[in-house]
Every structure is written in C-alpha cells, then in structure tokens.
C-alpha cells in the first residue's frame, strides 16, 4: 500500500507541475495583452481589433489577472516541489510531513477546482462559460488533486522507511549482541 501511495503521489505531483505551465503561459499571455494592443501585431490582427474595442481598465484587470495567475501558479510550483523532497524522503516523520502537505494541497485544489459551481448564481455569467470553465479547471486541477489526496491519505496510513527499518533492525542486533556480551 506504500508504493501505491507513494506512486499515486508522486505521479499526481508531476502531472500537477506539467499542468501549471500552461496555465503560467496563458497568465503570461494575459500580463502581455495590453502591449499587444498597442504595438500592433500583424499576425495578430484579429485580436488586435478586438482588444482595441476592449477598454483600458479592462486591460489593466487583464494583465493584474494575468500577474495573479502566474504569481499563484509559480508559488504552487515551489510548494509542489517541495512536497515531492518530503515524500521522497528516506525519514518516516518527514514522509509523513509531505503527505499531510499532499493531502491539504489536494484538498486545496479539489476545492478550487469547484470554485465555478459554487459562484455560478452569485456571478452574472453565461452557464456555458462556467461550465467550460469548470470542466477546464476540473481536467486540469481537479482530477490530479483528486489522485494526490488519496495517495497522500493512504501515505499517511502507510508509511514506512527503510532508514526505519533499518534503524529498528540496528537496535535488535544492539540487543542481542549485547545480550551475548553479558
């Protein structure tokens, strides 16, 4: 039950870290959209005559948006990682340490990924782009989240060390030859 939680952990750790690159490049993208608007693009035409009807302060919550998506996507990447050492660590009590992160970053994320549901009748939103947005945040977030929690959880149950192992087997043998010695 350890190598299922330990893999199921780590798997959801790396599958979360590939997630937030993309969600940084479109925080990016969003952080660049008002220089876009004014230098021009010819590529980018089409978004370039929509952004100009778009109004200034509406840029500006675009790119503080986009500030706020990188900046929380790129502190859950450090968390994550550090996570990731925690679990891989060869000490049970920081094992144990990392899987009680997993389970709350998990829980975190499950929560976050449900987030659109839960305003959907207090936000003036069209259904359908709330729902895209839930199933965008659900693919991306949620089902990982889902996978930390449980291998976290089972991590919590079941963890156990070889430096523990090791650490108990070094004490019988203490034990014993010390039992011989007497």
Known sequence: MLRVSKTSSNVSIYLLLITLIPIMIIGIFMIA??????????????????????????????????????????????????????????????????FAFGVAIGLCLFI??????MAKNSIKIDPSLIELIFGLLLATVGLHSIVLLI????????????????????????????????
């Open 33 to 98: 959209l008002k220089s876009l608007m004014f230098k021009g693009y010819e590529l980018l035409w089409k978004l370039g005559t929509w952004l100009q009807q778009v109004s200034e302060a509406s840029l500006d919550t675009i790119k503080g948006f986009g500030w706020t998506v990188s900046t929380i996507c790129l502190v859950f990447y450090i968390i994550l990682i550090i996570n990731l050492i925690l679990i891989n660590s060869r000490r049970g009590f920081i094992q144990r340490i990392g």
């Open 112 to 117: 976050i990924a449900f987030l659109p549901l």
């Open 151 to 182: 291998g976290s959880t089972l991590g919590l149950i079941f963890a156990k060390t070889s430096i523990d192992y090791y650490e108990t087997k070094k004490v019988k043998i203490e034990k014993k030859t010390k039992n011989l010695t007497q």
